[in-house]
Each structure stands twice: as structure tokens, then as C-alpha cells.
């Protein structure tokens, strides 16, 4: 019983998180009005395989993500710092 239950719940938590990728996804993806059909066509393909695969595609975008915040660690320093001088003078 309780395995049948473990494996219905990591089903659950599979869709409900893949459902939230392709949403999030999906309004970077119609916000883009520079593609032409080809290209759409081809993001959709994408967007639909990496809702599919989420588990290994998240953790390998934020190994990106944190890779370009190493790169460029001192100007994104330098843009929060100016942000917070910035809202003291509202």
C-alpha cells in the first residue's frame, strides 16, 4: 500500500510541477515576436520536450544560471548596490 501510495505522489508532483514549468516557459516563449513560424514550431517541440524532462533540465539551467552569476558576479554587485542607493532616494 504505502509504495503504490509514494509512487502516486511522486506522479502528482511530477505533473504539477511540469504544468508550472510549461506555464512559465510558455510566456517567454510568446513573448519572443522576432521568431518566424519555423522557429516556432521548433520552440514548441522544445518547450514541449523540456516540460517532459524537467527533472534534468532544471537542475542543468541553474548550473547555468549560477555559472553566468560567477562570470559576471561584480557587475550584478554593482546593479544591486545601485538599486538600494537608488530606493532611499524615493
Known amino acids: 500500500m504505502a509504495p503504490i501510495l509514494m509512487v502516486n505522489l511522486a506522479i502528482i508532483v511530477y505533473l504539477i510541477m511540469a504544468c508550472c514549468f510549461f506555464n ?12 518566424d513560424s519555423e522557429q516556432r514550431l521548433f520552440s514548441i517541440v ?7 524532462l524537467w527533472p534534468i533540465v532544471v537542475p542543468f539551467a541553474y548550473l547555468e544560471l549560477l555559472k553566468f552569476h560567477k562570470k559576471h558576479k561584480d557587475v550584478i ?14
Open 24 to 35: 512559465e516557459w510558455l510566456v517567454f516563449f510568446l513573448a519572443d515576436e522576432d521568431m
Open 46 to 52: 522544445i518547450l514541449v520536450i523540456a516540460t517532459i
Open 77 to 90: 554587485d554593482l546593479f544591486i548596490k545601485q538599486r538600494k542607493v537608488g530606493s532611499h532616494d524615493d
